[in-house]
Protein backbone atom coordinates (compact mmCIF):
# COMPACT_ATOMS: atom_id res chain seq x y z
CA UNK A 1 0.00 0.00 0.00
CA UNK A 2 1.84 3.60 -1.01
CA UNK A 3 0.64 5.21 2.35
CA UNK A 4 2.04 2.20 4.26
CA UNK A 5 5.67 2.21 3.02
CA UNK A 6 8.59 1.37 5.73
CA UNK A 7 10.88 4.45 6.47
CA UNK A 8 14.35 3.62 4.94
CA UNK A 9 15.73 3.32 8.59
CA UNK A 10 13.69 0.24 9.41
CA UNK A 11 14.24 -3.64 8.12
CA UNK A 12 9.82 -4.00 7.50
CA UNK A 13 6.59 -3.14 8.87
CA UNK A 14 7.35 -4.95 12.57
CA UNK A 15 10.41 -3.09 12.99
CA UNK A 16 8.86 0.40 12.28
CA UNK A 17 5.57 -0.42 14.78
CA UNK A 18 7.94 -2.02 17.59
CA UNK A 19 9.98 1.07 17.40
CA UNK A 20 7.43 3.22 17.46
CA UNK A 21 5.84 1.71 20.89
CA UNK A 22 9.22 1.71 22.24
CA UNK A 23 9.49 5.40 21.70
CA UNK A 24 5.72 5.89 23.37
CA UNK A 25 7.24 3.61 26.51
CA UNK A 26 10.29 5.74 26.57
CA UNK A 27 8.13 8.96 26.99
CA UNK A 28 5.94 7.30 29.87
CA UNK A 29 9.74 5.92 31.77
CA UNK A 30 9.93 9.90 32.38
CA UNK A 31 5.87 10.21 33.23
CA UNK A 32 6.89 7.82 35.61
CA UNK A 33 9.61 9.50 37.12
CA UNK A 34 6.91 13.06 36.83
CA UNK A 35 4.15 11.22 39.07
CA UNK A 36 6.79 9.40 41.12
CA UNK A 37 7.84 12.66 42.74
CA UNK A 38 4.36 13.86 43.59
CA UNK A 39 4.28 10.25 45.18
CA UNK A 40 7.36 10.43 47.15
CA UNK A 41 6.29 13.83 48.55
CA UNK A 42 2.68 12.46 48.92
CA UNK A 43 4.41 9.25 51.24
CA UNK A 44 6.95 11.71 53.62
CA UNK A 45 3.41 13.46 54.15
CA UNK A 46 1.32 11.02 54.85
CA UNK A 47 4.00 9.13 57.12
CA UNK A 48 4.96 12.40 58.61
CA UNK A 49 1.09 13.27 59.38
CA UNK A 50 -1.21 9.82 59.50
CA UNK A 51 -4.20 11.59 61.80
CA UNK A 52 -4.22 14.18 59.51
CA UNK A 53 -4.16 12.12 56.30
CA UNK A 54 -7.37 10.06 57.22
CA UNK A 55 -9.58 12.52 58.38
CA UNK A 56 -8.56 14.91 55.23
CA UNK A 57 -9.26 11.94 53.18
CA UNK A 58 -12.85 11.70 55.05
CA UNK A 59 -13.84 14.83 53.26
CA UNK A 60 -13.70 13.32 49.90
CA UNK A 61 -16.41 11.34 48.48
CA UNK A 62 -15.43 7.91 48.22
CA UNK A 63 -18.49 7.06 46.68
CA UNK A 64 -17.89 9.44 43.46
CA UNK A 65 -14.07 8.40 43.59
CA UNK A 66 -15.17 4.68 43.16
CA UNK A 67 -17.63 5.68 40.49
CA UNK A 68 -15.01 7.87 38.60
CA UNK A 69 -12.63 4.94 38.69
CA UNK A 70 -14.95 2.50 37.04
CA UNK A 71 -15.39 5.52 34.40
CA UNK A 72 -11.99 5.70 33.77
CA UNK A 73 -11.25 1.86 33.19
CA UNK A 74 -14.07 1.34 31.04
CA UNK A 75 -12.73 4.07 29.10
CA UNK A 76 -9.43 2.27 28.67
CA UNK A 77 -11.35 -0.92 27.65
CA UNK A 78 -13.09 1.24 25.26
CA UNK A 79 -9.27 2.36 23.99
CA UNK A 80 -8.18 -0.90 24.06
CA UNK A 81 -11.04 -2.29 21.63
CA UNK A 82 -10.27 1.19 19.07
CA UNK A 83 -6.85 -0.42 19.40
CA UNK A 84 -8.33 -3.69 18.36
CA UNK A 85 -10.62 -1.99 15.97
CA UNK A 86 -7.59 -0.83 14.10
CA UNK A 87 -5.77 -4.09 13.77
CA UNK A 88 -8.11 -5.70 12.19
CA UNK A 89 -8.78 -2.94 9.84
CA UNK A 90 -12.77 -1.94 10.81
CA UNK A 91 -12.72 1.47 10.43
CA UNK A 92 -16.40 2.21 11.69
CA UNK A 93 -15.84 -0.07 15.13
CA UNK A 94 -12.70 2.28 15.69
CA UNK A 95 -14.59 5.52 15.37
CA UNK A 96 -17.03 4.54 17.53
CA UNK A 97 -14.88 3.15 20.26
CA UNK A 98 -12.55 6.30 19.58
CA UNK A 99 -16.04 8.35 20.74
CA UNK A 100 -16.92 6.20 23.28
CA UNK A 101 -13.10 6.64 24.93
CA UNK A 102 -13.67 10.75 24.67
CA UNK A 103 -17.11 10.77 25.86
CA UNK A 104 -16.36 8.82 29.18
CA UNK A 105 -12.88 10.76 29.38
CA UNK A 106 -15.11 13.77 29.02
CA UNK A 107 -17.40 12.10 31.94
CA UNK A 108 -14.47 11.84 34.24
CA UNK A 109 -13.29 15.12 34.12
CA UNK A 110 -17.08 16.32 34.66
CA UNK A 111 -17.01 14.26 37.81
CA UNK A 112 -13.33 15.31 39.06
CA UNK A 113 -14.91 19.12 38.36
CA UNK A 114 -18.03 18.41 40.23
CA UNK A 115 -16.00 17.09 43.70
CA UNK A 116 -13.43 20.24 43.53
CA UNK A 117 -15.72 22.96 43.12
CA UNK A 118 -17.88 21.07 46.02
CA UNK A 119 -14.17 20.99 48.30
CA UNK A 120 -13.52 24.46 47.00
CA UNK A 121 -16.90 25.66 48.04
CA UNK A 122 -16.33 23.80 51.83
CA UNK A 123 -12.93 26.13 52.30
CA UNK A 124 -9.97 22.85 51.50
CA UNK A 125 -8.52 24.92 48.68
CA UNK A 126 -4.57 25.67 50.12
CA UNK A 127 -3.99 29.13 50.47
CA UNK A 128 -6.21 32.18 50.91
CA UNK A 129 -9.63 30.39 50.84
CA UNK A 130 -8.57 27.53 52.89
CA UNK A 131 -11.15 27.88 56.29
CA UNK A 132 -10.89 24.26 57.57
CA UNK A 133 -10.64 24.48 61.42
CA UNK A 134 -8.95 20.99 62.82
CA UNK A 135 -11.99 19.28 65.13
CA UNK A 136 -9.05 17.45 67.15
CA UNK A 137 -5.67 18.56 69.11
CA UNK A 138 -4.52 15.27 67.11
CA UNK A 139 -3.45 17.18 63.84
CA UNK A 140 -3.24 20.86 62.99
CA UNK A 141 -5.46 22.04 60.11
CA UNK A 142 -2.07 23.02 58.48
CA UNK A 143 -0.99 19.31 58.24
CA UNK A 144 -4.81 18.84 56.55
CA UNK A 145 -4.09 21.55 54.24
CA UNK A 146 -0.98 19.66 53.14
CA UNK A 147 -2.47 16.52 52.64
CA UNK A 148 -4.73 19.16 50.08
CA UNK A 149 -1.91 20.83 48.41
CA UNK A 150 -0.92 17.12 47.39
CA UNK A 151 -4.52 16.67 46.50
CA UNK A 152 -5.35 19.14 44.12
CA UNK A 153 -1.91 19.03 42.66
CA UNK A 154 -2.25 15.15 41.93
CA UNK A 155 -5.31 15.40 40.76
CA UNK A 156 -4.68 18.78 38.64
CA UNK A 157 -1.75 17.18 37.34
CA UNK A 158 -3.68 13.95 36.02
CA UNK A 159 -6.63 15.69 34.85
CA UNK A 160 -4.26 17.94 32.86
CA UNK A 161 -3.26 14.62 31.31
CA UNK A 162 -6.27 13.83 30.20
CA UNK A 163 -7.27 16.64 29.02
CA UNK A 164 -3.99 16.31 26.98
CA UNK A 165 -5.33 12.45 26.17
CA UNK A 166 -9.18 13.99 24.67
CA UNK A 167 -7.44 16.44 22.42
CA UNK A 168 -5.20 13.86 20.89
CA UNK A 169 -8.08 11.26 20.46
CA UNK A 170 -9.73 13.92 19.09
CA UNK A 171 -6.77 13.77 16.16
CA UNK A 172 -7.65 10.07 16.39
CA UNK A 173 -10.88 10.79 15.31
CA UNK A 174 -9.69 13.04 13.09
CA UNK A 175 -7.36 11.18 10.76
CA UNK A 176 -9.84 7.71 11.24
CA UNK A 177 -12.86 9.63 9.18
CA UNK A 178 -9.88 10.57 6.62
CA UNK A 179 -9.21 6.94 6.29
CA UNK A 180 -5.65 7.47 6.82
CA UNK A 181 -5.47 4.14 9.42
CA UNK A 182 -4.80 0.40 7.89
CA UNK A 183 -4.60 -3.29 9.55
CA UNK A 184 -0.47 -2.12 8.38
CA UNK A 185 -0.53 1.53 9.54
CA UNK A 186 -2.30 2.42 13.23
CA UNK A 187 0.97 3.39 15.40
CA UNK A 188 -0.95 6.39 15.99
CA UNK A 189 -3.62 4.80 17.65
CA UNK A 190 -1.56 2.23 19.40
CA UNK A 191 0.51 4.65 21.20
CA UNK A 192 -1.88 7.18 21.93
CA UNK A 193 -3.48 4.43 23.76
CA UNK A 194 -0.58 3.64 25.27
CA UNK A 195 -0.50 6.98 26.57
CA UNK A 196 -4.03 6.88 27.95
CA UNK A 197 -3.68 3.16 29.71
CA UNK A 198 -0.90 5.16 31.32
CA UNK A 199 -3.18 7.82 32.52
CA UNK A 200 -5.53 5.25 33.90
CA UNK A 201 -2.49 3.30 35.33
CA UNK A 202 -2.11 6.61 37.69
CA UNK A 203 -5.64 6.96 38.68
CA UNK A 204 -5.50 3.20 39.73
CA UNK A 205 -3.16 4.67 42.54
CA UNK A 206 -4.53 7.60 42.85
CA UNK A 207 -7.99 6.72 43.83
CA UNK A 208 -6.93 4.48 47.02
CA UNK A 209 -3.90 6.76 48.30
CA UNK A 210 -6.38 9.61 48.31
CA UNK A 211 -9.61 8.68 48.96
CA UNK A 212 -9.57 5.72 50.71
CA UNK A 213 -6.88 6.30 54.05
CA UNK A 214 -7.97 4.78 56.93
CA UNK A 215 -11.12 2.11 57.41
CA UNK A 216 -14.73 3.42 57.63
CA UNK B 1 8.16 -8.75 15.96
CA UNK B 2 4.95 -9.99 14.02
CA UNK B 3 1.96 -8.20 16.25
CA UNK B 4 -0.06 -10.34 18.48
CA UNK B 5 -4.13 -9.35 17.86
CA UNK B 6 -5.85 -10.47 21.16
CA UNK B 7 -9.21 -12.02 20.95
CA UNK B 8 -12.04 -9.10 22.17
CA UNK B 9 -12.84 -12.02 25.01
CA UNK B 10 -9.44 -11.33 26.42
CA UNK B 11 -9.99 -7.52 26.94
CA UNK B 12 -13.64 -8.05 28.30
CA UNK B 13 -12.37 -10.73 30.66
CA UNK B 14 -9.43 -8.18 31.98
CA UNK B 15 -12.00 -5.44 32.06
CA UNK B 16 -14.31 -7.70 34.25
CA UNK B 17 -11.34 -8.65 36.97
CA UNK B 18 -10.74 -4.52 36.76
CA UNK B 19 -13.57 -4.19 38.27
CA UNK B 20 -13.94 -7.23 40.91
CA UNK B 21 -10.39 -5.16 42.03
CA UNK B 22 -11.85 -1.70 42.33
CA UNK B 23 -14.59 -3.36 44.69
CA UNK B 24 -12.36 -5.72 46.67
CA UNK B 25 -10.20 -1.97 47.22
CA UNK B 26 -13.49 -0.49 48.04
CA UNK B 27 -14.44 -3.02 50.65
CA UNK B 28 -11.32 -3.73 52.13
CA UNK B 29 -12.03 -0.30 53.24
CA UNK B 30 -14.58 -1.83 55.79
CA UNK B 31 -12.13 -3.95 57.38
CA UNK B 32 -9.93 -2.83 60.15
CA UNK B 33 -6.79 -3.78 59.71
CA UNK B 34 -4.90 -1.00 61.06
CA UNK B 35 -1.44 -0.48 59.29
CA UNK B 36 -2.13 -3.26 56.52
CA UNK B 37 -5.37 -1.48 55.25
CA UNK B 38 -2.78 0.48 52.95
CA UNK B 39 -0.08 -1.88 52.03
CA UNK B 40 -3.50 -4.27 50.80
CA UNK B 41 -5.11 -1.25 48.63
CA UNK B 42 -1.37 -0.91 47.38
CA UNK B 43 -1.02 -4.60 46.57
CA UNK B 44 -4.53 -4.69 44.72
CA UNK B 45 -3.29 -1.14 43.21
CA UNK B 46 0.12 -2.97 41.73
CA UNK B 47 -2.35 -5.98 40.52
CA UNK B 48 -4.70 -3.55 38.60
CA UNK B 49 -1.72 -2.46 37.32
CA UNK B 50 0.45 -5.28 36.04
CA UNK B 51 -3.43 -6.46 34.71
CA UNK B 52 -3.27 -2.86 32.53
CA UNK B 53 0.12 -2.78 31.95
CA UNK B 54 0.53 -6.42 30.14
CA UNK B 55 -3.17 -6.76 28.27
CA UNK B 56 -4.58 -3.18 27.46
CA UNK B 57 -0.73 -1.94 26.66
CA UNK B 58 0.30 -5.52 25.16
CA UNK B 59 3.21 -5.48 26.88
CA UNK B 60 2.87 -9.13 27.48
CA UNK B 61 2.87 -9.23 23.71
CA UNK B 62 5.68 -7.19 23.17
CA UNK B 63 9.40 -7.08 22.34
CA UNK B 64 12.23 -7.59 25.04
CA UNK B 65 13.70 -4.54 24.57
CA UNK B 66 9.77 -2.85 25.41
CA UNK B 67 10.01 -5.39 28.67
CA UNK B 68 13.52 -3.47 29.74
CA UNK B 69 11.92 0.00 29.32
CA UNK B 70 9.00 -0.55 30.70
CA UNK B 71 10.38 -2.38 33.76
CA UNK B 72 13.42 0.31 33.72
CA UNK B 73 10.44 2.94 34.67
CA UNK B 74 9.11 1.27 37.47
CA UNK B 75 12.36 -0.35 39.20
CA UNK B 76 13.85 3.53 39.16
CA UNK B 77 10.69 4.48 40.91
CA UNK B 78 10.94 2.14 42.88
CA UNK B 79 14.42 3.05 43.91
CA UNK B 80 13.40 6.75 44.59
CA UNK B 81 10.36 5.63 46.79
CA UNK B 82 12.50 3.08 48.53
CA UNK B 83 15.08 5.55 49.51
CA UNK B 84 13.54 8.29 50.43
CA UNK B 85 11.10 6.33 52.67
CA UNK B 86 14.22 4.50 54.31
CA UNK B 87 15.74 8.14 55.54
CA UNK B 88 12.32 8.77 56.98
CA UNK B 89 11.24 5.52 58.52
CA UNK B 90 14.74 5.26 60.30
CA UNK B 91 14.79 8.95 61.56
Given at each position: ?21 LG ?24 SY ?42 RR ?123 | ?91
Open positions: MADTLVAHQFDDMDQQRDAASMWIFLATEVMFFGGLFAAYAVYRWPAAFAEASHQLNALLGAANTAVLLTSSLCMALAVHAAQTGSRLMLFLALTMILGSLFLVIKGYEWSHEIHLGLLPGATFTYVSPSPAFSATQVEMYFMLYFLMTGVHGFHMIIGLCLLMYLMVQAFRKRFTPDYFAPVEVIGLYWHFVDVVWIFLFPLLYLIGSK | MPQHILPVSTYLLIFAALLALLLATVGAQYIELGPYNILLALTIAIFKAVLVVLYFMHVRFSSRLTWIFASAAFLWLGILLTFVMADYLMR
